[in-house]
């Protein structure tokens, strides 16, 4: 195995170097620096010694990014415990599920979920902790109790005179294959797995993104958090990456409407973006393409001399809207629609898209965006393997399977699916289907177990359909789903837009019915859909932005 340094180190090594300098910020609130973090991290130890946590306790985590948070998941590895991050958006039974089948000893919330779990459905909990100040919400032991109430004495104790660099030392010393975090998937039926990551999978996607990202951005410059900080997307690539190069980083601590991420990028001007494909659809189907689809941009645009000129204001324009002083925006969790790719591909503008899975913590392809082939999730990360299990890869769609650094320890107390995943020869079966060209890029083809099986026996990936039909009049979102023999397409349409244009029920069924009869005129015969059906409300969907196909089929 390729030599690991420890990670908790290089956590050490930032906040020393990186002392006076801007490190967390609550958008529109409060602000800390590496030292304020390093304040906030040592009195977590001392309240975590003074109270019985020992190495590889479990704590949970369950709140909205914010700094706070993201102190309190420092403070949690660098003591030699063990993560529990947990979506905010899950229900209360979920959160109390995850709390008891992690062995959670403590639980960190935020205000929200405080409200909606019910502690005695927690019995193991020894204590909750409000995250906003680190209060307690509920104690059961005497020993939490007087450790948080003695705590700010116990600081000026340790630290009589004042706290400064040469006290840190993070005396945790882990080993490469040693458990730091349990993340656990949005899942699709049922509760969710826990995914075992050790620390060097951890270091492995900081490595990665240091040989990606690390002659473009640097210490100093400025990122947003949008991706939920409990889901490993957002946790890697936007909180731990860029604090452990001394990046100022700000936590989009409300619900991401794309006015607010607007507003949010205008004001921050991040140097990297990472989204999910929803946010950077939205914001350039409403803000974009609207000005620039009219019939007098069209026309400039089939003029071959001025062609070049109308791109080159666009892509400008686009940049804009993102802040403008990005080098890349980087886009994972779900397929991008071909349609708004097609336009970010013309227009020269510098995306890419990539490839993970909470269980490779998360990356498993990546390209840059210069060099990465439209339609595709780039190639085998630094650090990883990856082949398609297929007798013809780049004909014939196979499960895409990989393997590396990045490969969690397998599913915590659940060693039947942990089997059923990680081969003896230690290849990570994905469950997603896919081909890869000549120069390794690999395309997604959906998920293995989202195939529908045609009446003779033809493999149909409704996300292929989907994202045709997602590109169609007044189509917002859909899914396409099988009743018997007959394909039907379940939509969410755009009735904003139907409103604007005074359409009644009747009109926007015959615009679906338009849309079913021109998109079955470019589908195989096996794929045709039978109907288009209209839903009322957004699908539900999970933290990183999938619809929750199995609520639909």
């Given at each position: 195995m390729k030599s690991v340094p420890s990670f908790n180190a290089l956590i050490e090594k930032s906040i020393i170097?990186?002392?006076?300098?801007?490190?967390?910020?609550?958008?529109?609130?409060?602000?800390?620096?590496?030292?304020?973090?390093?304040?906030?991290?040592?009195?977590?130890?001392?309240?975590?010694e003074n109270s019985g946590v020992v190495k590889g306790d479990k704590i949970a985590l369950c709140g909205r990014n914010c700094a706070n948070w993201a102190a309190a998941y420092l403070a949690t590895l660098t003591y030699g415990a063990v993560a529990v991050p947990i979506l905010h958006e899950f229900t209360p039974d979920q959160?109390?599920?995850i709390v008891n089948h992690s062995d959670a000893k403590l639980l960190f919330v935020g205000d929200v979920v405080a409200k909606g779990i019910d502690p005695t459905k927690m019995p193991g909990l020894e204590g909750i902790i409000n995250i906003p100040d680190y209060s307690l919400l509920v104690s059961r032991t005497?020993?939490?109790?007087?450790?948080?109430?003695?705590?700010?004495?116990?600081?000026?104790?340790k630290f009589p005179k004042y706290f400064r660099k040469e006290h840190v030392h993070y005396y945790h010393e882990e080993s490469p294959d040693e458990l730091a975090l349990i993340n656990y998937t949005s899942g699709t039926t049922g509760f969710s797995k826990g995914v075992m990551i050790p620390y060097r999978a951890l270091w492995s996607n900081y490595d990665f993104a240091g040989a990606v990202m690390g002659k473009e951005i640097k210490t100093g410059d400025t990122s947003i958090s949008i991706l939920p900080l409990a889901h490993m997307y957002g946790n890697a690539f936007e909180l731990t990456y860029e604090f452990?190069?001394?990046?100022?980083?700000?936590?989009?601590?409300?619900?991401p409407s794309p006015a607010i991420i607007a507003q949010a990028f205008a004001d921050v001007k991040p140097s990297i973006i990472?989204?999910?494909?929803?946010?950077?659809?939205?914001?350039?189907?409403?803000?974009?393409?609207p000005k620039v689809q009219t019939n007098r941009m069209r026309l400039l645009q089939s003029m071959p001399v001025v062609n070049q000129m109308v791109n080159e204001k666009i892509c400008e324009q686009v940049v804009n809207a993102f802040g403008g002083r990005f080098y890349e925006i980087i886009i994972g969790g779900a397929a991008l629609n071909q349609e708004v790719e097609q336009f970010l591909k013309r227009i020269k503008f510098p995306y890419t898209v990539g490839y993970g899975a909470t269980e490779c913590a998360p990356i498993i392809c990546y390209a840059p965006w210069d060099d990465f082939a439209a339609g595709?999730?780039?190639?085998?990360?630094?650090?990883?393997e990856v082949i398609i299990d297929s007798p013809d890869p780049v004909n014939i769609p196979g499960e895409i399977l990989t393997r590396g650094l990045n490969v969690m320890l397998g599913y915590y107390k659940n060693e039947e699916a942990t089997a059923q995943t990680i081969d003896k020869d230690g290849w990570y079966h994905t469950g997603d289907l896919g081909l890869m060209d000549a120069d390794g890029n690999v395309f997604i083809k959906g998920r293995s177990k989202n195939m529908l099986l045609g009446s003779n026996g033809q493999n149909i990936y409704p996300e292929e359909i989907e994202d045709k039909l997602n590109s169609m009049a007044l189509v917002v979102e859909s899914v396409v789903i099988q009743q018997g023999d007959k394909l039907i397409g379940l939509v969410y349409p755009d009735y904003d837009e139907a409103k604007n244009m005074n359409f009644s029920q009747e009109d926007i069924e015959n615009v679906m019915e338009q849309n079913r009869q021109e998109l079955n005129q470019i589908l195989p015969a096996y794929s045709k859909l039978s109907a288009i059906k209209l839903h009322e409300e957004e699908f539900e969907k999970t933290p990183k932005k999938s619809i929750k196909r199995y609520l639909y089929t």
């Open positions: 170097d990186h002392w006076d300098l801007d490190a967390l910020t609550d958008y529109k609130g409060a602000t800390l620096q590496y030292h304020d973090v390093a304040r906030k991290i040592e009195k977590l130890h001392i309240m975590f959160v109390h599920n005497d020993k939490l109790t007087f450790a948080r109430e003695h705590l700010n004495e116990m600081f000026g104790k452990m190069i001394g990046m100022h980083v700000y936590f989009l601590n409300r619900v990472i989204a999910v494909p929803l946010i950077i659809e939205k914001i350039i189907k409403k803000k974009v393409l595709s999730c780039g190639r085998a990360a630094k650090n990883m």
